[in-house]
């Protein structure tokens, strides 16, 4: 289900944990094919990649809409008087620093904002000359 149905549909005083892409790859591009398996339908198919036309994009992968999506996620979850644990990295769609401002306009002044940060050493999956690359997990915990 979509993240804001989840979110409204959710009880108050929750924790939710997010997760979300951090960058422009799609999902969905990897899960296509098992998705129309296991539906056993015959989709429209776009591309080289015969992608279903009807596949999923994240908003938090689309660097026009990534702002949008974080400022409803925020929203969403104070209005419920929620908890948030959200992780995410410096190689994301949106600065850590502007992500942190996001959540500080957004969520009630009695919430508290920490943000943890550990290096990290990222795969590139032999996509580039190095094998890994230095990045910064952040896990951010808002209550």
């Not at 508290?112 to 050493?121: A, C, L």
């Amino acid at each position: 289900m979509d993240y804001i149905d989840c979110l409204d549909i959710m009880k108050e005083n929750s924790t939710v944990y997010a997760d979300p892409p951090y960058c422009f790859v799609h999902y969905s591009r990897f899960y296509h094919a098992i998705e129309t398996l296991v539906r056993y339908d015959y989709p429209d198919v776009k591309y080289k990649g015969r992608y279903r036309s009807d596949r999923h994009q994240s908003p938090f992968c689309i660097r026009t809409k990534v702002e949008s999506a974080f400022i409803e996620l925020f929203k969403r979850v104070n209005k419920k008087n929620a908890n948030l644990v959200l992780s995410y990295s410096n190689t994301g769609m949106i600065e850590l620093d502007e992500l942190i401002k996001l959540a500080k306009n957004n969520f009630d002044k009695d919430y508290k904002i920490e943000v943890r940060i550990q290096d990290y050493m990222h795969s590139t999956m032999g996509r580039k000359e190095d094998k890994s690359r230095k990045v910064q997990e952040a896990l951010i915990l808002i209550n």
